[in-house]
Every structure is written in C-alpha cells, then in structure tokens.
T-cell receptor, first 115, second 115 residues
C-alpha cells in the first residue's frame, strides 16, 4: 500500500476483554515495529519483527501482550484481559531494512480506550 | 535503555517567529543518530530532521535546524518563521545504530502557534 495502515483507528473496550490491533506495513518492508504512546509520554518500544520473526519481544509489558506477523506482511498485536492501564495509542512503523530509521514510516495508530 | 529528556512540555510561538525546543540524552556511545519527529493531531509521526553524531555540522531542513552539542549531549530544534501548520507535538529520539533497531523517545513538547 501507499503507507502504513492501522486498524481500527479507535477501539473502546471493557476491562477484561481481548483486543486485536492490526498493522499493514508498506509493501516490501521487512522490518516492522510496534510502539505504545501513553498519555503525556513518549513512545515506548514494544516489539520488532524482521520478516515473520520477532528477535526482540522485551518491550512487551506483560504476558497479556502478544504479537505475530504472517507472510512477512500484516502484523497483529493482541492484548488479552485488557486493563485500564493498557489505554494508549498503539503505533506501528515499518522500514525496508532493520535500522533504517531515517526511512521509517509510521501509521496513524490505534487509540485504545479500556473502560 | 537510553534516556531522552525533553524538559518543555509546552511551547507557544507567534506566527513568523522562532521557537527552540530542547532535548538532552544520555549515552556512552560515540556514534549514534538523533532525530526530531513531528506528530500532528492525525497521530502519524513525521520525520523532521536527523543528525549523525559523527558529523560536526548541524543539520538543516528548510525552516528547521538543530544545535547539536555532542559533549553536552544536547540536541535542540529551532523552528524559524513559524507557521500555523507547525503546531504539533515534537519528539526527540535517539538511535544507537550498529545493528540496533530501537528508537528511544523523549516525552514530547507540544508546540502551539499563535496567529
């Protein structure tokens, strides 16, 4: 696609429910990143994919968070048993190769609100 | 994780005037990259300017320029001739390079432009 696409744009859920956030990177981009932006905070690294592999999951806050990437393209971030502190904007970014931060393209994020 | 500090939560500037945003960071590396990103209400992060630490010359992109003080670990952004479209949140980010892939972000500075 022309840019990094994220869906849904906004998600409101009840505490305890599971949610799935989707990221569709730019075609051909092998590296994909998930960041979380809490209110009044900078972006916090969550996980990074090179192809379908996730070499570093150390940024995931708890075992309620998981992510996968299939076909070297679409990625899904899943949050199980959501808590109020999970409320944040979840941003996805992609680049052609790992470490090309000057060529890193961001999506518009998913605003997650847990009531 | 590297620490990036933006000490100004909010800045206001008159249209056509100049505003400077401050950023300091902590690292023991000698070679790295620094970035300023702009985040408008659309939430999409847009790269404004980048600086390689090995370059002494300050980066410039049209009305945007930086003052990079390596010894002081300071990386400020100057926006000249401010325009209404410059209103956004600005994030300073650090990238170590050398095979690493994580950006470390500051907490951001909200810039308001007065007409």
């Amino acid at each position: 696609g022309a840019g990094v696409s994220q869906s849904p744009s906004n998600k409101v859920t009840e505490k305890g429910k599971d949610v799935e956030l989707r990221c569709d990177p730019i075609s051909g981009h092998t590296a994909l990143y998930w960041y979380r932006q809490s209110l009044g905070q900078g972006l916090e690294f969550l996980i990074y994919f090179q192809g379908n592999s996730a070499p570093d999951k150390s940024g995931l806050p708890s075992d309620r968070f998981s992510a996968e990437r299939t076909g070297g393209s679409v990625s899904t971030l899943t949050i199980q048993r959501t808590q109020q502190e999970d409320s944040a904007v979840y941003l996805c970014a992609s680049s052609f190769r790992t470490g090309e931060n000057e060529k890193l393209f961001f999506g518009s994020g998913t605003q997650l609100s847990v009531l | 994780a590297q620490t990036v500090t933006q000490s100004q939560p909010e800045m206001s500037v008159q249209e056509a005037e100049t505003v400077t945003l401050s950023c300091t960071y902590d690292t023991s590396e000698s070679d790295y990259y620094l970035f300023w990103y702009k985040q408008p209400p659309s939430r999409q992060m847009i790269l404004v300017i980048r600086q390689e630490a090995y370059k002494q010359q300050n980066a410039t992109e049209n009305r945007f320029s930086v003052n990079f003080q390596k010894a002081a670990k300071s990386f400020s952004l100057k926006i000249s001739d401010s325009q209404l479209g410059d209103a956004a949140m600005y994030f300073c980010a650090y990238f170590p390079g050398q095979g690493d892939y994580k950006l470390s972000f500051g907490a951001g500075t909200t810039v308001t432009v007065r007409a």
